[in-house]
């Protein structure tokens, strides 16, 4: 090479290192910035210090990730969203003296515990979507639905021509799905229910407009209430996979729970709610919802979500823990616990509770799987009892506690769900509707491996050494 080339080559070489040293400086300065918004959000510590140090050392890969999955608490007035309920029927009054966990409840939840009527759960999602099939054609008046994930596939498309139906023939059709969630699906796919005269809307927790770019918050809930008169709670979603159609999923075992009783006035204030944060649309939950027709029992939802002045569900589960006195059963499909969750399980074993975790041993994300083994041994030295499920997948967030107590709802036992989420939790006293449960969640622990110690004696390196390489991802996830 000639001298003029060589000093082309040296020219071209000093311009690409000056931009990329700019590029870098310019990278530093912006996650430098980020510094005081994250300092401003009051974090937990543990969580505030991983992303502190993330984004002044490494700020290439972790300021992308900060913006995208690191602010998480909405700034509204709660109150701007919450449309005032009308209350009927007579609601359960409880009273600190007569049972302090129902009290504790009642007061997270802020409104007092209702009547849960003729109850019926589902584990199967062929059962649950025939049952919502049949709510949707005899609807006369309403239908107000939100699910987490609608997938675009046969049993999504038979469910909106249904509700396409409805519309059609004079019923209010309200549909809200969380548009993260169900990334996979088209709003062109709803458009034929707007055409029918019904409502569709995302969440809308990413809007530009509306200034929201909460890529990391999800509405997690699986609510439907129809006519005022019934409504359905639980884990499942809208797809093929859940009624174990998958190839890739294979069998499905989940929990929903269907119910009428002035409970239900709760469900719909919960929708209400969401309804008016998508579309900015006051809707009311008309007299009549709920109405009590004499009989069931005790039931009380509690709603959470991360513009809540506390952590709703995450301390109601922590009450109800607190209150068992003589077994605890927690079934989760993802575990990655709040040190305060471990906290609660580890005192109510070693104060000579039987608890027993039920977790799924699969999982579409397997780090999560790996970052919930790294708790294992602590939890079984303070006597908890683990169990993995192995016939497929196990997708019911569910709690039974003593020989009344149980909770059906959307929240999975990991820092998502307890933190960020918008979740909602159904919980009831009956040993009546208990005795109908429990077989159904005894015959699960059939399905079921025992983790004990000796399983986690001279483990692989490599496995201990990834799973406690996740493990320092929990807080931040």
């Known amino acids: 090479m000639d001298g003029v080339g060589i000093a082309e080559a040296s020219g071209t070489f000093t311009v690409a290192a000056m931009i990329w040293a700019l590029t870098i400086a310019l990278a530093y300065l912006v996650s430098w910035a980020a510094i005081p918004h994250l300092l401003l959000q009051h974090k937990r510590p543990l969580a505030s210090l991983s992303w502190l140090l993330g984004l002044f050392l490494l700020p290439f890969p972790v300021l992308p990730l900060y913006l995208f999955i690191g602010t998480d608490r909405l700034r509204r007035q709660r109150l701007a969203r919450r449309p005032p309920p009308d209350h009927h029927g007579e609601p359960v009054t409880v ?10 409840l009642a007061a997270l939840a802020e409104h007092p515990w209702a009547k849960l009527e003729n109850p019926r759960f589902f584990s199967k999602g062929a059962a649950f979507y025939e049952d919502l099939l049949e709510k949707i ?12 994930i609608w997938k675009p596939d046969e049993r999504g498309r038979l469910m909106l021509a249904r509700l396409v139906q409805a519309a059609r023939r004079g019923v209010e059709v309200r549909l809200l799905v969380d548009e ?3 990334v996979e699906t088209k709003e062109s796919f709803f458009k034929p229910l707007r055409e029918a005269g019904g409502h569709f809307s995302w969440f809308y927790t990413v809007h530009p407009r509306r200034n929201r770019f909460f890529f990391s918050l999800r509405n997690h809930r699986k609510i439907a209430c129809f006519d ?6 639980g884990g499942m979603n809208v797809g093929l996979e859940y009624e174990g159609k998958d190839r890739e999923t294979g069998e499905w075992l989940d929990l929903h729970l269907r119910g009428e009783g002035t409970v239900l006035e709760q469900l719909e204030t919960v929708f209400a709610e969401d309804w008016y944060f998508a579309t900015t649309e006051r809707i009311r939950v008309r007299a009549g919802s709920g109405a009590d027709v004499g009989g069931g029992f005790p039931a009380l939802v509690v709603e959470s979500g991360p513009d809540e002045r506390y952590e709703r569900n995450h301390l109601a589960l922590g009450a109800v823990i607190g209150a ?9 499909p993802y575990f990655i616990p709040t040190t305060e969750l471990i906290h609660h399980l580890a005192l109510a074993a070693l104060r000579g509770l039987r608890v027993r975790l039920v977790i799924c041993q699969t999982s579409d994300i397997r780090m999560l799987i790996d970052i919930g083994r790294s708790y294992y041994r602590g939890l079984i030295m303070h006597g908890v009892e683990i169990f993995e499920y192995t016939a497929g997948v196990h997708h019911a967030k569910a709690l039974r506690m003593d020989e009344d107590w ?11 769900s307890l933190r960020l989420n918008f979740e909602a939790n159904l919980y009831g006293r009956d040993a009546g509707f208990r005795a109908e449960l429990d077989p159904h969640l005894d015959s699960i622990f059939e399905h079921c491996e025992r983790i004990r110690p000796e399983d986690l004696e001279d483990l692989p390196l490599g496995r201990r050494l990834r799973e406690g390489a996740l493990r320092l991802l929990a807080p931040i996830l």
């Open 95 to 104: 009273t600190s003296e007569k049972d302090p966990c129902m009290a504790s």
């Open 137 to 148: 054609e005899s609807a006369r008046e309403r239908i107000w639905i939100q699910f987490y």
């Open 180 to 182: 993260l969630g169900s």
């Open 228 to 233: 005022g008169a019934v409504g359905y709670i």
């Open 324 to 332: 068992a006195r003589e077994r605890l059963d927690l079934f989760t």
């Open 406 to 416: 149980f909770m059906i709802g959307s929240t999975n036992l990991d820092v998502r």
